[in-house]
């Protein structure tokens, strides 16, 4: 069965801190692997990751994966309140998405 | 104005009773996705539509049904075979051809008393 495990569920920092949120999988028939950011109602996208090694990077976040240990790391750094939401990981598969459970950040001044 | 739309935004419905979650694109997406979000849970997929006038089931689709005769639209029906319905629905939708992005709509909290 594929399944996409996010990793830790919730997380608490200060204000300026980095974080690093995992997301790993197992899953047939990879096609890409997406990040997600929900606050209050819809996810809004991040990044999409289809190669390994390569960096995406958005402002304060940046994201790779890693095909062969088959895990992605969302890293932001110099957090601020606005990035307190839930961080979804997806994997897209020959079917739709199968998402993780997320991470929950909360993120304080 | 493009996007993805859900109505209603809050729902409340006696047990037993059907009910129907509208989505709405005017995204020219082909494919159309149905979520179920239940409180610290990922989202798990009800049913899919990659064209019109076809759809498949996801994870979870038993108490559930859906339509998909115009591309814009993709109703979800909650029936009453649905064991516990109360939760945070989510449409998306994709353009549907090769590697490509869903979007979200705002969603429907859907609470059954």
């Known amino acids: 069965e594929d399944k996409v495990v996010q990793s830790p569920l919730s997380l608490v920092v200060h204000e300026g801190d980095t974080v690093t949120l995992n997301c790993s999988y197992e899953?047939?028939?990879?096609?890409?692997l997406l990040w997600y950011k929900q606050e209050k109602k819809a996810p809004t996208f991040l990044f999409m990751l289809?190669?390994?090694?390569i960096e995406k990077k958005s402002g304060r976040l940046s994201s790779i994966l890693d095909k062969k240990e088959l895990f992605s790391i969302l890293n932001i750094t110099a957090t601020q309140t606005g990035d307190s939401a839930v961080y979804l990981c997806?994997?897209?598969?020959?079917?739709?998405?199968?998402f993780g459970k997320g991470t929950r950040l909360s993120v304080i001044a | 104005d493009g996007g993805i739309t859900q109505s209603p935004k809050y729902l409340f419905r006696k047990e037993g009773q059907n009910v129907t979650l509208s989505c709405e694109q005017n995204?020219?997406?082909?494919?159309m996705y149905w979520y179920r979000q239940d409180p610290g849970q990922g989202l798990r997929l009800i049913y899919y539509?990659?064209?019109?006038?076809?759809?498949q089931k996801g994870d979870i689709a038993e108490g559930y049904s859906v339509s998909r005769e115009k591309k814009e639209s993709f109703p979800l029906t909650v029936t009453s075979a649905q064991k516990n319905p109360t939760a945070f629905y989510l449409c998306?939708?994709?353009?549907?051809?090769?590697?490509?992005?869903?979007?979200f709509g705002p969603g429907t909290r859907l609470t059954v008393l």
């Open positions: 998306a939708s994709s353009i549907g051809r090769g590697r490509d992005t869903q979007y």
């Open positions: 289809t190669s390994s090694g």
């Open positions: 899953v047939t028939n990879f096609r890409s």
């Open positions: 997806a994997v897209e598969r020959n079917t739709p998405l199968v």
């Open positions: 995204l020219n997406h082909d494919a």
């Open positions: 539509s990659q064209i019109v006038n076809d759809f």
